[in-house]
DNA sequence: TTGTATGCGTTATCAT
DNA sequence: ATGATAACGCATACAA
């Protein structure tokens, strides 16, 4: 055994004087196996002794699982995102795997890169969380290969799903801004085609019709960068009337939200209430402290992580999931008010 | 071969018509062997239609390679650190690496996952950027498994290391507040113990000096976190008299200085001049357009993986990196001006 | 130009 | 109670 080099089974075997079979069965604390006490801790002495480590390689060559889970994320540059990453990589740490990660955008769009993750006996499956843009690309490769499941995507896929309860939310929201007395809430949405983003105007119309506002829907659509919840303040800007109350559809968009109406000089509340949907650190240091509607995305993320483990493992039938607990929260600060005009 | 069940190499050769071997040496490209231009195309063709894949883990127990490096990270609540690990992400994917992303934190508390990081044969690297707490205990196991690189850290250590010009941000931050006037600046460092903040403080310290402003120096310890920016700002309070600038080590902690700054009703820059060192989305939609020096983060990543991958396939001996390129830069916005004291 | 044989480190089966 | 052996899929040294 060379300087760097580190034992193997063999080597812990031959130096406990037994065959690597019993070795290994003994530091795997194999339940079938009958050895004398005595034998028992002289291997797991002299495994410890020479520090061994049992080779993931080949016993994934040998064994069927790898202990791995791809998480394949798009926009880790939103702090949202950022936490349903953060959910599933703890869930699957607690779990005893590890996890690759992998940009969903870049993966799209590179094929070398693509095969390289999901080269053969690499991972045990993948966690999806992609833009609405790379999914379906994606998700054939990945489901060819491994089992998957989709976090944010809508139900009815080919694979299991898992989401937050965005139309709740969006209810919550559009409540708050009716109970202040808004009458005129426009939803700033997200990119067209984002099912997250249609979901939560699902439940600002709902809102909107059970209070007899059917009429005053009003949806711009934006996207979920700040610059783009800028824009569509720029739009809104240009009518002859604002609304007077806002749901923004995601919280980045809502800070160049907050900073359009800054730099235009127009005050929230006092002329413009906003809320948005997701809370994170930042909101509270905004140019007004933002009102949001709290949604469990670590617990989203590591939900993902429980079902497809549930998976890999032989266990649940669990298709898809609705994140009902805890429930969507509203967290007052300082960017709603009553409403000044009727 | 079964329904699901990926061809193998084998499988390959024998619908090919030709020994796993050449089959092998064909589909990798093998330079040394001499095959007719017919054979080439058929074992390619074979392959192609089979859907065939190789197995990763047989590759990586034949040889030694395992082409995926580990990014054990801290702090990914900040968008700061998601920066980096950004960085690093893309620059091992670019260069045909997997990352397994791992949490400092957990991995330095948690054995059973430490050890499943670094199971033989899983990494052929390590990028470690940790919180000063956890390091020592990481890095050993690290080293002695893989090789690594370390993030941020001091040089002078058993392994290569990367970091920004820390002083050089915190040299052109205290410069700027001179230019505007200011003569008490304080710096609000981040948490005792921190080798980033320290490098950042001696760049304020230098500068002070070399203005005759040595006697002027003033260092509260905070942290990187938005509260320990707020807390900082009220130790600064309960003084008789406040500085008329303020370098805060870090974006994050930034944000709870100024909304401290808010909720206590001074003016910023009207009162005191704040400036940060990291640039993020964030910062022009604080509740003053925050004015940082930029550093680059994710050039700060990518170089940490550049030079772990050098490491691991035998090239280049470069221990330690200071990224000068591209410089800081300053960031204008409007949390800093002219003094309105002397 | 192509094929055969071996071993990487494990674990499971079957024997003793 | 313990050991011998085979096999996982691949890449290479060597043979033909």
């Not at 119309?205 to 303040?233: F, I, P």
Request: with cysteine; hydrophobic share 45%.
């Amino acid at each position: 055994m060379s300087a760097g080099a580190r034992p193997t089974l063999r080597d812990v075997a031959t130096q406990a004087g037994v065959s690597p079979a019993i070795a290994s069965r003994v530091l795997n604390a194999d339940p079938t196996v009958r050895v004398r006490e005595e034998t028992r801790e002289r291997i797991q002495g002299v495994a410890k002794d020479m520090g061994y480590v049992p080779h993931s390689v080949a016993r994934s060559l040998r064994g069927a699982r790898t202990g791995a889970i791809g998480l394949v994320m798009h926009g880790l540059d939103s702090p949202i995102n950022v936490d349903v990453l953060a959910g599933a990589q703890a869930a699957c740490a607690r779990a005893g795997y590890v996890t690759l990660l992998a940009d969903a955008e870049q993966l799209a769009g590179d094929h070398s890169q693509l095969s390289a993750f999901l080269a053969r006996g690499r991972l045990d499956g993948v966690i999806l969380h992609s833009g609405y843009g790379e999914e379906d690309r994606l998700l054939e490769a990945i489901t060819s290969s491994v089992p998957a499941v989709l976090v944010n995507s809508e139900d009815g896929r080919p694979v299991p799903t898992v989401r937050v309860d965005d139309a709740a939310a969006a209810r919550l929201a559009t409540e708050h801004l009716i109970e202040l007395g808004h009458r005129e809430i426009a939803y700033i949405a997200g990119p067209e085609g984002s099912q997250t983003s249609d979901r939560r105007e699902a439940g600002y119309r709902d809102t909107l019709a059970r209070h007899d506002l059917g009429g005053a829907v009003d949806v711009v659509h934006a996207g979920w960068s700040a610059g783009a919840g800028t824009t569509a303040v720029h739009e809104l800007l240009r009518r002859p009337t604002l609304p007077t109350g806002l749901v923004v559809a995601n919280a980045v968009a809502a800070s160049g939200v907050l900073s359009a109406f800054r730099d235009a000089g127009l005050a929230v509340p006092g002329q413009v209430s906003v809320i948005t949907i997701h809370d994170s650190w930042f909101l509270q240091h905004l140019s007004v402290a933002l009102t949001a509607v709290r949604l469990p995305l670590q617990v989203l993320g590591a939900t993902a992580a429980d079902l497809l483990i549930d998976t890999i493992e032989g266990r649940s039938p669990v298709r898809d999931v609705a994140i009902t607990e805890p429930a969507p929260e509203l967290v007052l600060r300082r960017s709603t008010g009553p409403t000044s005009r009727r």
